[in-house]
């Protein structure tokens, strides 16, 4: 199992950037998917859900109304549009499965919000 996200980089407070996850090594279609973050010095969170059928979308309460989750099984991949973004939301962001895989954890895409 490999998830590659991409779409990070260096953005000022209140824009807006598009993350996407590519999935393989697993039958994508069968699994719930996630958004998680690691902010410096913090651990791992969880921030957002999307069903493996691309409904019911759950978000965590830091990024709910900025944030969107979304899927394209067509493509194994998913997506999270960031808006209105605050320097808090600076960290590495991850995708996963949910509940995650341990040993399948990305590289992750950088964001970086400026003030």
């Known amino acids: 199992v490999q998830f590659v996200e991409s779409g990070g980089g260096l953005v000022e407070v209140g824009g807006s950037l598009r993350l996407s996850c590519a999935a393989s090594g697993l039958t994508f279609i069968r699994h719930n998917m996630g958004w998680y973050r690691r902010a410096p010095g913090k651990a791992r969170e969880f921030l957002a859900r999307i069903h493996r059928s691309g409904g019911n979308p759950y978000y965590e309460n830091p990024i709910k109304g900025r944030f969107t989750i979304s899927r394209d099984n067509a493509k194994n991949a998913i997506y999270l549009q960031m808006n209105d973004l605050k320097p808090e939301d600076t960290a590495v962001y991850y995708c996963?499965?949910?509940?995650?895989?341990?040993?399948?954890w990305g590289q992750g895409t950088q964001v970086t919000v400026s003030s």
């Open positions: 996963n499965t949910d509940p995650p895989q341990q040993n399948a």
